[in-house]
């Protein structure tokens, strides 16, 4: 039986296949509508979230399965003090198959321990978000036709956003990339990503100004700044607004550059840049329930 913890669990090979999957479910989406009849999803959501639940739960609807689950901690006995461990091993008498979000870092992984049927992690706390990198990857990979050979612009909260670490992590296995961390002081890349690369001889730069490099990229990667993982809202609301993308600075891009955005977006980018057709950001949503349906197959290993 198979997890999905940190988007380093597949490997580039299986990442393709993945995608390829990915790729004929968007083609062929009747050839795949039964696909899990009988099955059932559970979504234990112990953390906020619109597009990753739901998306999970498109997901398997569309591949005829069934979904059950809570989307908050306080309806679910974690409020009457149920550890992880326990309610998974609940959860595998209930469902096929189960994607966690939890605001501590690690809990998916402990679940994965007890646990009866796969579990995905659908993000623990600041630390990883492997099926929002899934997304990225098949999106840059659809939309760019290649994951090997840009300039990839990371902007926003680059400290505690774990979308960001996801995705350099899984980057740092395909050929001639090179990062450009956009970031205010306080919310710079992690050490541990920084020294990661430096081993790797990976090349990167780290930039306040996001005016300055945007000529250079092939790929900007906007993100929010984390609200809840920040320890006073002093300091949020002084960096909340600190990059605002607006069509100003959309002109210094190259024509072919790509705008990706997990979501939700709160100031970061400006309304009027969703016109522009290097805006990506929703098609990249659309791609999200693909590379979820994908993964759902794969864990079950289902063939169709
Ligand atoms: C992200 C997350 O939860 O980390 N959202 C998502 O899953 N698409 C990004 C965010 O919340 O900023």
Same mark, same amino acid.
Do not use: W
């Given at each position: ?15 393709? @296949? ?20 009988? @099955? ?18 498109? %997901? ?6 069934? !979904? ?5 901690? #306080? ?8 550890? !992880? ?9 209930? %469902? ?13 992984? !402990? %679940? #994965? ?56 992590? #899984? =980057? ?36 306040? @100004? ?8 092939? =790929? ?8 809840? @993982? ?22 210094? %891009? ?25 805006? #990506? ?24």
């Amino acid at each position: 039986m198979r997890h999905l913890m940190s988007p380093l669990d597949f490997n580039t090979q299986e990442l393709d @296949r993945l995608f390829d999957l990915a790729g004929d479910i968007e083609r062929n989406p009747g050839k795949y509508a039964h696909a899990c009849d009988g @099955r059932i999803l559970a979504t234990c959501f112990y953390e906020p979230s619109t597009r990753t639940r739901l998306s999970f739960e498109s %997901a398997m609807t569309r591949l005829g399965g069934r !979904v059950i689950g809570f989307s908050d901690a #306080a309806s679910s006995s974690a409020s009457k003090g149920e550890s !992880v461990s326990d309610t998974i091993r609940i959860i595998s008498c209930y %469902a096929d198959i189960c994607a966690m979000r939890h605001p501590k870092e690690g809990a998916p992984m !402990v %679940a #994965a321990e007890k646990s009866g049927i796969p579990v995905i992690n659908a993000g623990d706390g600041g630390h990883q978000h492997p099926t929002q990198t899934l997304t990225d990857l098949l999106t840059i990979r659809s939309l760019k036709g290649a994951l090997s050979g840009f300039t990839i612009g990371l902007c926003g909260d680059l400290k505690f956003g774990r979308t960001v670490h996801s995705l350099i992590n #899984a =980057l740092v296995r395909y050929s001639d990339i090179r990062f450009v961390f956009i970031s205010p002081e306080e919310l710079r890349v992690p050490d541990y990503i920084t020294e990661m690369l430096k081993a790797k001889g990976i090349p990167y730069e780290e930039v306040i @100004r996001l005016e300055n490099v945007m000529p250079q990229l092939d =790929l900007l990667y906007m993100t929010r700044v984390q609200k809840e @993982r920040f320890f006073n809202e002093e300091d949020y609301v002084r960096l909340k607004d600190f990059y605002i993308l607006n069509s100003d600075k959309m002109a210094l %891009a190259k024509k072919d550059m790509l705008v990706l955005h997990p979501l939700p977006r709160v100031n970061e980018i400006s309304v009027e840049v969703d016109n522009d057709p290097r805006a #990506a950001y929703f098609r990249q949503a659309q791609y999200g329930v693909y590379v979820r349906m994908a993964l759902i197959l794969t864990l079950l290993e289902i063939q169709v």
